[in-house]
């Protein structure tokens, strides 16, 4: 489904702003609580920064591969995997929060200089299947905002516990 102009604006804005809102969220939290675990399952608040690292690098080249190659192939990953596989917990999470930041002051001047045609732009999600521009960019719009919202929940449950 396309997206109007002044949608498309809104989250490009969205997505430029992500890291301030991020990093808000990580100078809220205890630093006792950094590497408290919800639930076995779930990330820590340094393990979400480190994972917000990857899924910004990953979107780095999806966006680039999307807006340059024919049918293009996305390829999905599995975070948890990653988290595992990288020692999320061990992992610096400074330099993980400048991932963030400097992947998307890399992406922003492309999404603001795209004609509205290099939206519809496509290729094949392994995951989900068909993806153009304007999936990625609902996406990673959402992205951090999402991992905003699990470090307050787990910020709330680390004082409830």
């Keep these: 489904m396309s997206l109007t102009a002044a949608e ?3 989250l490009i804005e969205q997505y430029a702003t992500g890291p301030a809102r991020l990093k808000a969220a ?3 939290v205890p ?3 950094l590497d408290w ?3 076995p399952e779930e990330f820590s608040v340094h ?3 480190c994972h917000c690292a990857d899924s910004e690098t990953n979107a780095h080249g999806r966006i680039r591969y999307l807006l340059t190659e024919d ?3 996305i390829v999905g990953y599995d975070p948890m995997t990653w988290a595992a596989t990288f020692h999320y917990a061990d992992h610096p999470m400074e330099a993980s929060l400048a991932t963030v930041v400097a992947v998307r002051a890399n992406t922003v001047p492309i999404l603001r200089r795209l004609r509205d045609a290099a939206w519809e732009t496509a290729g094949m999600h392994t995951e989900s299947g068909r993806y153009t521009a304007t999936d990625w960019l609902r996406t990673y719009a959402a992205h951090l905002e999402e991992h905003v919202h699990q470090i307050g929940k787990t910020v709330a449950a680390w004082k409830a516990r």
């Design 8 to 10: 498309r604006d809104r």
């Design 26 to 28: 990580l100078a809220a």
């Design 31 to 33: 630093a006792e609580a």
């Design 37 to 39: 675990r919800p639930d």
């Design 47 to 49: 393990e979400i920064i």
């Design 71 to 73: 049918e293009p192939v």
